[in-house]
Structure formats: structure tokens, C-alpha cells
């Protein structure tokens, strides 16, 4: 059964910075691509940032320059660091892996609130 918990939201000022954790039951090798998704208000849940089974990441055009999505191994760890963030990166912030037969899995959810 895999499992995904995120952690590190919370509420920052616009500018500041956060750094978001997703902690997988399983390998995370078992479990690529893996990344992060996000969900505003009123909004679609969209692609934030993905680590493909290549290892090489992917972005949102939204986000390129200002997040990094990064791998502990060993931890089994996913992390999304996110610098200059801006109201509209106000969402819940998912992570999500696929497994070897195509499930995709979902954390809880983590609150991130940007204030003006």
C-alpha cells in the first residue's frame, strides 16, 4: 500500500520562501514520475512540479525559476522548495506518485497561504 505524507505548509508572506515534504511509504524508485500538484480555490488541480522516471525534472511555466523539486532517496522523500512565492501560489499543494501498473497516489494535501 503506498502511502504519501506531505508536510511544510503553511502561511508566508509574498516573497518568502517554503519547503514542502512528501514522505513515501515505499521506494520512491517504485513510484516515479513523482511530484507535485496544486489546487486554488474555484481552480483545477494542476501540475506544480515532477521528477520523471528519467529523474529529470519538469515545471510549470508558473513556477520555473522560483521552485525546485528535489529527491532524498534514501529517505524516501520528495521535496518542493519554493522561493518568491506570490498570492497566486496560494493552493493546496499535493504530492502524487504512479506506480509500475499506472495507479496514480495522492497525499492528504498540504495548505500553502501566500498573503499580499
Known amino acids: 500500500q503506498v502511502q504519501l505524507v506531505e508536510s511544510g505548509g503553511g502561511l508566508v508572506q509574498a516573497g518568502g520562501s517554503l519547503r514542502l515534504s512528501c514522505a513515501a511509504s515505499?521506494?520512491?524508485?517504485?513510484?516515479?514520475?513523482i511530484g507535485w500538484y496544486r489546487q486554488a480555490p474555484g481552480k483545477e488541480r494542476e501540475l506544480v512540479a515532477t521528477?520523471?522516471?528519467?529523474?529529470?525534472?519538469n515545471y510549470a511555466d508558473s513556477v520555473k525559476g522560483r521552485f525546485t523539486v528535489s529527491t532524498n532517496n534514501a529517505k524516501n522523500t520528495v521535496y518542493l522548495q519554493m522561493n518568491s512565492l506570490r498570492p497566486d501560489d496560494t493552493a493546496v499543494y499535493y504530492c502524487?506518485?504512479?506506480?509500475?501498473?499506472?495507479?496514480?497516489?495522492w497525499g492528504q494535501g498540504t495548505q500553502v497561504t501566500v498573503s499580499s
Open positions: 521528477i520523471t522516471s528519467a529523474g529529470r525534472p
Open positions: 502524487y506518485g504512479t506506480d509500475y501498473v499506472g495507479n496514480d497516489h
Open positions: 515505499v521506494s520512491i524508485f517504485s513510484i516515479v514520475p
